[in-house]
């Protein structure tokens, strides 16, 4: 079983920059792939990032890649996304998951993950 605590969402303008947090429990977080993921009002939840176990993998959503970064640190049990360059459409709350993982891979659909946070909120004003 792993919880997870995302922190570090706010309102930040067009142009700027917020660091997520995810905070996960246990002691096998070394184990878990991680994935972030964002869901507007009315939409579905979308794929934004993912990282493998090691943290030798990394996979983007094309909307972000180049403005976002994932990154982990396994001796704090935290994955983190930093953000730049934020648009008004990056408006979302934003949940990290979870998933067991044998393979040094990592997954982007929604159904991959076994393990949510409750997401934080982020809004990119114009």
């Known amino acids: 079983q792993v919880q997870l605590v995302e922190s570090g969402g706010g309102l930040v303008q067009a142009g700027g920059s917020l660091r997520l947090s995810c905070a996960a429990s246990?002691?096998?977080?070394?184990?878990?792939?991680m994935g972030w993921f964002r869901q507007a009002p009315g939409k579905e939840r979308d794929f934004v990032a993912a990282?493998?176990?090691?943290?030798?993998?990394?996979s983007y959503a094309s909307s972000v890649k180049g403005r976002f970064t994932i990154s982990r640190d396994n001796a704090m049990n935290t994955v983190f996304l930093q953000m730049n360059s934020l648009k008004p459409e990056d408006t979302a709350v934003y949940f990290c998951?979870?998933?067991?993982?044998?393979?040094?891979?990592?997954?982007?659909?929604?159904?991959?993950?076994?393990?949510w946070g409750q997401g934080t909120q982020v809004t990119v004003s114009s």
């Open positions: 998951a979870a998933r067991l993982s044998a393979y040094d891979n990592t997954y982007y659909r929604t159904s991959d993950y076994d393990y």
């Open positions: 246990g002691r096998t977080f070394s184990s878990y792939a």
């Open positions: 990282i493998s176990k090691t943290g030798g993998g990394t």
